[in-house]
């Protein structure tokens, strides 16, 4: 135990007797691996960087910055030897002109049509969660490309770099289905390689959301049970007082009734998702295979792996509908 003197300003530090409290997240299970074994140290992300990379030349990165990046993924970040790529957010169009619409597609055609693209393809959106997924071939893979110290199949994460499944067993089997159906897909062949890693989303979106669904909507089932119950009670102690309240207290009734509804209706929907047979993988694009960067290959060439992708295995994996638009045709 340390605590820091004052004024003297001093530390003093005495072994503790005992620990009082778990730790909510354990520092020796962060990373689930020993510091010897681990290929980062904070001296290698803090500070002023500059980073040279064969797709956008050197990225300079000022102190404020990686010290805010190592901020928000220092507290539950994977294993970093896995970190290949962090997914962006989606830009948004600008605010439409059109009467009643906050965005309307047209706003993103002008913005390439501005900027000199006339080739765009709209794809579909999926009500789901980004995910990077890397999947290897089989587990010895990951000892000997990524030099972890265990074999495994692979990892799915979030955009901050953070484990998208809570439940390993879920995300092993995730993991097998997908694999099966990569080698359903010839996608190794193809690539020559025995990883890849994948942009995609994962479906349903309450899936990972559903702590945030529960923190913003519960409570206003809550409130309204709680209010209304009061009120209820209050117009029927009126009119065992003899106060002309029947009618407001079978008003009250009535509406508690939809609350009721409310709260069924989310407790379902929270229920949604939580077994693999449920979750789709909406995949996007094809990120890396062994030796090779694909972010630059031309956009048919992702979708048509893609599609061979999802139509290897329709029930887990969900093709992304797209248009072609030509501006010489507008």
Same mark, same amino acid.
């Given at each position: 135990?340390?605590?820091?003197?004052?004024?003297?300003?001093?530390?003093?530090?005495?072994?503790?007797?005992?620990?009082?409290?778990?730790?909510?997240?354990?520092?020796?299970?962060? /990373?689930?691996?020993?510091?010897?074994?681990?290929?980062?140290? *904070?001296?290698?992300?803090?500070?002023?960087?500059?980073?040279?990379?064969?797709?956008?030349?050197?990225?300079?990165?000022?102190?404020?910055?990686?010290?805010?990046?190592?901020?928000?993924?220092?507290?539950?970040?994977?294993?970093?030897?896995?970190?290949? %790529?962090?997914?962006?957010?989606?830009?948004?169009?600008?605010?439409?002109?059109?009467?009643?619409?906050?965005?309307?597609?047209?706003?993103?055609?002008?913005?390439?049509?501005?900027?000199?693209?006339?080739?765009?393809?709209?794809?579909?959106?999926?009500?789901?969660?980004?995910?990077?997924?890397?999947?290897?071939?089989?587990?010895? *893979?990951?000892?000997?490309?990524?030099?972890?110290?265990?074999?495994?199949?692979?990892?799915?994460?979030?955009?901050?770099?953070?484990?998208?499944?809570?439940?390993?067993? /879920?995300?092993?089997? %995730? /993991?097998?289905?997908?694999?099966?159906?990569?080698?359903?897909?010839?996608?190794?062949?193809?690539?020559?390689?025995?990883?890849?890693?994948?942009?995609?989303?994962?479906?349903?979106?309450?899936?990972?959301?559903?702590?945030?669904?529960?923190?913003?909507?519960?409570?206003?089932?809550?409130?309204?049970?709680?209010?209304?119950?009061?009120? %209820?009670?209050?117009? *029927?102690?009126?009119?065992?007082?003899?106060?002309?309240?029947?009618?407001?207290?079978?008003?009250?009734?009535?509406?508690?009734?939809?609350?009721?509804?409310?709260?069924? #209706?989310?407790?379902?929907?929270?229920?949604?998702?939580?077994?693999? #047979?449920?979750?789709?993988?909406?995949?996007?694009?094809?990120?890396?295979?062994?030796?090779?960067?694909?972010?630059?290959?031309?956009?048919?060439?992702?979708?048509?792996?893609?599609?061979?992708?999802?139509?290897? #295995?329709?029930?887990?994996?969900?093709?992304?509908? %797209?248009?072609?638009?030509?501006?010489?045709?507008?």
């Amino acid at each position: 135990m340390t605590a820091l003197r004052y004024p003297e300003l001093e530390l003093v530090s005495v072994p503790a007797l005992r620990e009082y409290v778990d730790p909510i997240k354990p520092l020796g299970k962060t /990373l689930d691996v020993k510091r010897a074994e681990a290929p980062l140290a *904070v001296s290698d992300v803090l500070g002023k960087r500059s980073i040279e990379t064969r797709l956008h030349h050197s990225i300079n990165l000022q102190a404020e910055q990686t010290s805010a990046a190592l901020a928000t993924t220092m507290s539950s970040l994977i294993d970093p030897r896995w970190l290949m %790529f962090l997914a962006p957010t989606m830009s948004p169009v600008d605010t439409s002109d059109e009467p009643g619409l906050l965005e309307h597609p047209l706003a993103a055609w002008q913005y390439y049509a501005k900027n000199g693209v006339d080739k765009v393809i709209g794809e579909e959106k999926h009500m789901g969660s980004r995910c990077t997924v890397i999947l290897c071939r089989e587990p010895s *893979v990951a000892c000997r490309r990524f030099d972890l110290p265990q074999p495994s199949l692979g990892a799915v994460y979030t955009r901050t770099g953070r484990r998208f499944f809570t439940d390993d067993s /879920l995300e092993s089997s %995730f /993991l097998e289905k997908l694999r099966e159906a990569v080698d359903g897909s010839n996608l190794w062949d193809e690539l020559k390689s025995d990883g890849i890693c994948l942009d995609g989303e994962l479906l349903p979106w309450l899936f990972k959301a559903e702590g945030l669904v529960k923190s913003q909507f519960a409570p206003t089932g809550l409130a309204g049970e709680i209010s209304l119950k009061k009120a %209820f009670d209050a117009a *029927v102690e009126l009119s065992e007082r003899g106060v002309a309240s029947e009618s407001l207290a079978f008003l009250l009734a009535e509406r508690r009734t939809p609350v009721k509804k409310y709260q069924r #209706a989310l407790v379902t929907h929270c229920e949604r998702g939580r077994e693999l #047979a449920e979750l789709r993988f909406a995949p996007f694009q094809i990120l890396a295979s062994e030796g090779a960067s694909h972010v630059l290959q031309p956009r048919d060439w992702q979708m048509r792996l893609t599609s061979q992708l999802c139509q290897a #295995a329709p029930e887990l994996c969900q093709a992304t509908a %797209f248009l072609n638009l030509d501006g010489h045709d507008s």
